[in-house]
């Protein structure tokens, strides 16, 4: 690290939304007072008093430049007028006796999160003299490994701990699914930080970070410690999931009992198209475009190359909804109180489905939002359906989504707050009975059936942006 540059000759010009400074040797540097992540106090031993922590963007016109910016610094001795908004005390999650653990997920996205860790976790962290713990992922078991011999050891023996995690949805879901299918109590639920490094990014984009990665490095300073829902999904005894590009099949939990045949999730379990497009896009090749990905094997599926119609997916859903009791000959209750709510199950009529998704999330990625009723970590899930279109419709409705989430006013979706979604599958060929948990591909054995509800139990605290 460079040694602290102590600024002369501070400046706040409000107007122009702008900080200006001379650096110890060198010309004055301005930044948009925007650009600032946080002031904090320096320690009792520095010569300054306070540390000044920015995003300095390096971009150039030319360069293709995926994470052009970086975390940088610089202290002053005094505080000048105009800047007092933005001085910050350390929160709690950053002030715990363990080392602070940095999850680099190597593959997720399109593979930037060792260049977003380098540009801005280490050198935010290393601003704040916080000491800290790296792992990088090395394979697709590296979270779930570590999560299960490290973090779910220190939460049952009560050691806080704080993670911070550069992965996509999917570095999120392994650490819930290991905590989920804990027996043992846990002491201490660990605080995550999510930087967003992935494809879809549906959890981070969700809570409020959408501006990318460095940008979410703010929310390390700035930020309250959530608790997170989670939905339990269960499997019928012969559900697999899928791994290593669609041709390997594993267990979905190491439990030999049928009946604990369970995944855990935080964003989405769905079937149809979206877990079609999901699965079918999720290969190296596919990888390198990015957010593309999911269009590409959408419009696979949408338009097949033979020249047919998009497939009809086949199967029974069964909704529980909450609904308010309707009380004997009345229209309602006039008194104003509230209504007692009872369960209400009903079978659809509609046995061919295209598109099938519980969420419990906004969005998708960061202008898709599939659920505008839905607000990230209130624990509330709903559910989203329409039945066989011709591709340019299914499109159609489906682009709705990034107009702020208009497809679901569209007479032909079902879009409902629900408890509990049954699905019990019609399908003979496999390639049409994989469902989407968070990412993760499961396939469900012919005439076997999925069941999603809410998991009482909140194991694990995600550090969101404070609104
Ligand atoms: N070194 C590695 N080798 C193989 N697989 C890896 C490696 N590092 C990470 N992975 C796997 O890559 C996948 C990346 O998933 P992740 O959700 O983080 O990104 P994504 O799928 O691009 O984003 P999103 O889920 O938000 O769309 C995970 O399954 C993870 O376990």
Redesign the pocket.
């Known amino acids: 690290m460079s040694p602290p540059e102590v600024a002369a000759d501070i400046s706040v010009d409000v107007a122009a939304g702008a900080l200006r400074w001379s650096p110890s040797a060198g010309h004055e540097r301005q930044i948009k007072l925007t650009d600032i992540v946080g002031i904090v106090r320096a320690s009792a031993s520095s010569t300054s008093a306070y540390r000044v922590l920015y995003i300095e963007n390096t971009s150039s016109a030319n360069e293709k430049d995926e994470t052009p910016s970086s975390v940088t610094h610089f202290d002053l001795a005094s505080l000048p007028d105009g800047l007092s908004s933005h001085v910050k005390d350390l929160p709690a999650y950053l002030c715990k006796h363990k080392p602070v653990h940095v999850v680099v997920?190597?593959?997720?996205?399109t593979g930037t999160a060792k260049d977003v860790f380098r540009n801005g976790v280490e050198p935010f962290l290393q601003s704040l003299g916080l000491v800290y713990e790296i792992t990088e992922?090395?394979?697709?078991q590296?979270?779930l490994e570590l999560a299960q011999s490290r973090f779910l050891e220190d939460a049952c023996a009560g050691i806080a701990q704080t993670i911070i995690l550069l992965?996509?949805?999917?570095?999120l879901v392994?650490l819930i699914d290991v905590f989920s299918k804990c027996q043992r109590s846990i002491q201490a639920v660990p605080d995550i930080a999510l930087i967003p490094?992935?494809?879809?990014?549906?959890m981070a984009s969700s809570i409020g970070l959408r501006s990318g990665p460095i940008d979410a490095v703010r929310t390390l300073l700035s930020g309250q410690s959530c608790s997170v829902p989670t939905i339990a999904v269960r499997f019928s005894p012969g559900a697999q999931l899928v791994i290593g590009e669609g041709r390997q099949r594993a267990l979905i939990s190491n439990i030999s009992d049928p009946s604990q045949q369970t995944l855990y999730g935080a964003v989405v379990a769905s079937w149809g198209l979206h877990a079609a497009l999901v699965a079918d896009s999720?290969t190296t090749e596919y990888?390198k475009f990015g957010m593309e990905r999911f269009k590409m094997a959408a419009t696979e599926l949408l338009h097949p190359t033979d020249g047919s119609m998009p497939h009809r997916f086949q199967g029974r859903i069964k909704l529980t909804t909450s609904r308010p009791s309707v009380s004997l000959g009345g229209n309602g209750d006039e008194s104003g109180c509230q209504q007692p709510v009872t369960s209400h199950e009903y079978t659809l009529p509609e046995t061919e489905h295209m598109y099938v998704l519980t969420t419990l999330v906004p969005r998708l990625e960061k202008d898709f939002v599939i659920s505008p009723a839905s607000k990230a970590l209130d624990g509330r899930m709903r559910f989203l359906r329409f039945g066989p279109l011709s591709g340019e419709e299914a499109m159609r409705l489906l682009m709705l989504a990034y107009q702020d989430g208009a497809h679901v006013k569209d007479e032909l979706m079902t879009y409902e707050e629900v408890e509990r979604v049954r699905i019990d599958f019609d399908e003979e060929m496999e390639r049409w009975r994989r469902v989407c948990i968070d990412?993760k591909i499961v396939a469900v054995e012919q005439s076997g059936w999925m069941e999603i509800s809410m998991d009482a139990r909140r194991l694990l605290n995600l550090i969101t942006p404070i609104e």
Not at 167 to 171: K, M
Not at 197 to 202: I, M
């Open positions: 997920s190597t593959q997720s996205g992922t090395q394979s697709s590296t979270i992965s996509g949805d999917g570095g392994d490094c992935g494809t879809g990014n549906a999720d990888r990412g």
